[in-house]
């Protein structure tokens, strides 16, 4: 935690493949050695004691705190501009770790809608078991945020761009609607990724990622990350973590950081097919519908703009013949592989409402926009003449 200031000043790749060293290599090693030990020895008692009562700062135990694991936190940290970052299991232990932090009996939130299903199962199911409930929104209108508001809402929770729907929210007017009510601003970064979106710059006071996805990179890995944008927050937070114990391993920290050296290389390549396969799309006969940030006619187009340095990789769209069409283009493909989760290098397609968001009751699912007719596509770093050929062919299937 904090000894990457001295990269602050510096581009987001440079941050991307410098940040998250190690204070004091062994032998001059270049990449972040993986420490896998899971308890560290005291040099003396009154040493001991001394980390026990954070007067010194030196390693305990894993579930407390790990050299290589501190290493992918100060990286994320550092990518995401804030004070520091905790890393947890899964993305979802990143999640329950914040709502188990600031939640309590009689605690309200006020979540975007269309967030990934898991998430919004654990809101809307789970938690009014301990009396916590939740308000869903679109919360690209603000005034709908605003509205949903009560005395006792402590958290304002959103996603931008929304998994799967692509909808995006204004960080800043978020941030403002939170703060004018007491409750903090928790962002789920996790589609755009620090590289493309910093939302603790528009005023955001959380940031939470499945690292599973953009910043590993490479579908091999799950983990997720908390990062705050103060010290106070970061304390709370890193206690809950270290008492409920939903911590990241050494070796997943490592594979991890791994990844995230190279982010802005594939996010670049994969964005950039996007781009050209979002256009492709929107002149396909067989598709109703594109949504894509970077495409003018996006609802939010002028948000993405304002808060995002790019429009990322991830795509969805409608096709002719609902459900059944998309299950035709999801049979049909060979390259792009039927598959949920994202972010990966190879170009992933799933079906929201019978996949990743089926758990969620269909009127619900139907109103926050996660529509039958919805495909979701990650768009990978392969040649973007292969991956349009591929949605081409497939897509022409649906009769
Ligand atoms: N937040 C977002 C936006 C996600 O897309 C996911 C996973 C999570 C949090 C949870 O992260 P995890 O615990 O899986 O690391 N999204 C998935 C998806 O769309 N398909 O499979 C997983």
Redo the contacts with the bound molecule.
């Keep these: 935690m904090n000894k990457e200031k001295h990269f602050s000043s510096m581009g987001k790749s440079t941050r991307a493949i410098h940040s998250g060293k190690l204070a004091d290599s062994l032998f001059g090693e270049v990449s972040v050695p993986i420490f896998q030990s899971s308890t560290f020895a005291f040099p003396s008692a009154e040493e001991g004691a001394a980390r026990f009562s954070g007067e010194s700062p030196g390693f305990i135990y894993t579930r407390l705190n790990n050299p290589t694991v501190n290493a992918l936190e100060d990286s994320v940290a550092s990518l995401e501009q804030g004070f520091g970052g905790m890393a947890t299991a ?4 990143a ?1 329950s770790t914040v709502f188990m932090t600031y939640l309590h009996q009689g605690a309200h939130v006020v979540s975007t809608d269309s967030v ?1 299903g ?2 919004r199962v654990l809101l809307e199911m789970e938690l009014p078991r301990f009396g916590a409930q939740a308000t869903f929104v679109d919360t690209s209108d603000p005034e709908k945020m605003r509205k949903a508001l009560r005395p006792e809402t402590r958290m304002v929770f959103i ?1 931008t761009p929304t ?1 799967p729907t692509m909808i995006l929210t204004d960080i800043e007017a978020a941030a403002q609607i939170a703060h004018q009510a007491g409750a903090i601003l928790v962002v ?1 970064n ?2 755009a990724s620090p590289y493309l979106q910093r939302p603790l710059q528009h005023g955001a006071d959380l940031v939470v990622h ?4 953009f910043l590993n990179g490479h579908s091999d890995v ?3 990350m908390i990062v705050a944008g103060d010290e106070e927050n970061f304390k709370k937070i890193r206690r809950v973590l270290s008492l409920f114990g939903g911590t990241m391993d050494p070796h997943q920290a490592w594979l991890i950081l791994r990844g995230v050296r190279t982010l802005p290389l594939r996010l670049e390549r994969a964005q950039e097919n996007a781009r050209h396969i979002a256009a492709f799309l929107s002149t396909h006969p067989k598709v109703t519908w594109v949504r894509y940030p970077g495409l003018p006619e996006h609802p939010q187009y002028a948000i993405a703009q304002k808060q995002m340095d790019g429009f990322g990789a991830m795509i969805s769209f409608g096709v002719k013949n609902g459900l059944q069409g998309g299950v035709t283009v999801m049979n049909h493909v060979k390259i792009i592989t039927l598959a ?3 972010g990966g290098v190879e170009s992933l397609i ?1 079906h929201p409402a019978s996949m ?1 968001h089926a758990s969620i009751p269909r009127k619900e699912r139907e109103e926050a926009g996660i529509l039958d007719e919805l495909v979701r596509l990650s768009v990978g770093c392969e040649d973007f003449e292969d991956l349009r050929e591929d949605l081409d062919q497939a897509l022409n299937q649906i009769p």
């Design positions: 899964t993305g979802m232990a999640i990934y898991s998430t996603e998994n789920d996790t589609f499945s690292l599973t996805k799950v983990g997720g949920v989760s994202l799933e990743t």
